[in-house]
């Protein structure tokens, strides 16, 4: 069978044939894989620097979309393992990483939208504390893949007001979900944060826009802040002066975050959850085509890129 693996972190991921998977035990399942996402992570574990990446070859991939080779039911499959990878035809995997699904899904949409739902989702279950009923939510980087999710997972898991800031004020217009919108303004600090109030903030941007939030946001209440992405490509310095004077709980989510056995009982909730949203938009890329499309910056802020062998 196929596979994509990384030989050496410099030189990016090969297609390669390698032997089939051993036939599963009683406690695995093997599954024909059928859509697997470019995510992030994905790419940060490929280039060796995620905590997660393990050693030499790494298999690329995190997660799946696959029909069960023995009964031919649908299943989605996430696993962080290191040395794991969901970039290939076959997969012998344990039975607890994989979770079904309805056959009326669409493989592709669903394995370009889980992952981004699952930031939000985790970050919200797992990484706040005692929320008021009906909190409000504010989503730097709303326009983003995950952004567009977290305006729904936070009103499944109990906004009851959510926020979107990003910069294209079209898309933020066009969005289904935010009660209301901001718009991230140039510089950002015209952006006018003074108004809101919030309980929550789920950060895919970071940098500036982040600090500028935090320093003029109204507090009227604890805010909680939970750092997810850097859309932004900049780190900056957090003053101890606004962190004295102001009443935030700064934190971040991610793999690293939440341990593993957290993260699985979550996912169980959340893929069936997914089930139920209008899924993102996925481009689809034959897996035999990776070595070219890796390095393709034009697939950069279009729809979600997933590979299927």
């Not at 970039?87 to 990483?97: D, G, H, I, Q």
């Not at 015209?190 to 929550?200: A, G, I, Q």
Request: aromatic share 6%; glycine share 8%; with cysteine.
């Amino acid at each position: 069978m196929h596979i994509v693996q990384v030989r050496d972190w410099s030189e990016g991921p090969r297609y390669i044939t390698v032997d089939d998977p051993p036939a599963p035990s009683d406690n695995e399942i093997q599954l024909r894989v059928l859509a697997a996402g470019l995510h992030q992570v994905v790419r940060t574990r490929a280039s060796g620097k995620h905590a997660l990446s393990g050693g030499l070859p790494h298999t690329v991939g995190i997660d799946c979309v696959g029909r069960d080779v023995a009964t031919g039911k649908l299943y989605y499959c996430v696993w962080m393992k290191p040395g794991f990878g969901t970039f290939a035809e076959l997969l012998t995997v344990p039975k607890n990483v994989v979770h079904p699904l309805p056959d009326t899904i669409n493989p592709v949409k669903f394995a370009g939208s889980v992952n981004p739902a699952m930031s939000s989702w985790l970050a919200l279950t797992q990484r706040t504390s005692n929320l008021p009923e009906k909190y409000t939510v504010l989503i730097l980087g709303a326009t983003s893949a995950s952004g567009r999710m977290a305006v729904h997972v936070a009103k499944i898991l109990g906004a009851g007001k959510v926020i979107g800031v990003a910069r294209d004020e079209a898309a933020l217009a066009k969005m289904d979900g935010p009660d209301e919108f901001i718009v991230q303004k140039d510089p950002i600090t015209d952006t006018d944060f003074s108004k809101v109030t919030c309980d929550v903030v789920l950060d895919y941007v970071y940098g500036d826009l982040a600090l500028h939030l935090l320093s003029t946001v109204k507090i009227q209440r604890p805010l909680q802040y939970i750092s997810i992405g850097v859309l932004s490509r900049k780190e900056v310095a957090i003053p101890p002066g606004l962190l004295r004077s102001r009443d935030i709980t700064i934190r971040g989510s991610g793999p690293g975050a939440v341990p593993p056995q957290a993260m699985l009982q979550e996912i169980k909730k959340l893929v069936p959850a997914v089930t139920k949203l209008t899924l993102l938009e996925a481009h689809s890329v034959p897996l035999k085509d990776i070595e070219g499309l890796w390095q393709d910056k034009s697939l950069e802020g279009k729809a979600r890129v997933v590979f299927i062998p």
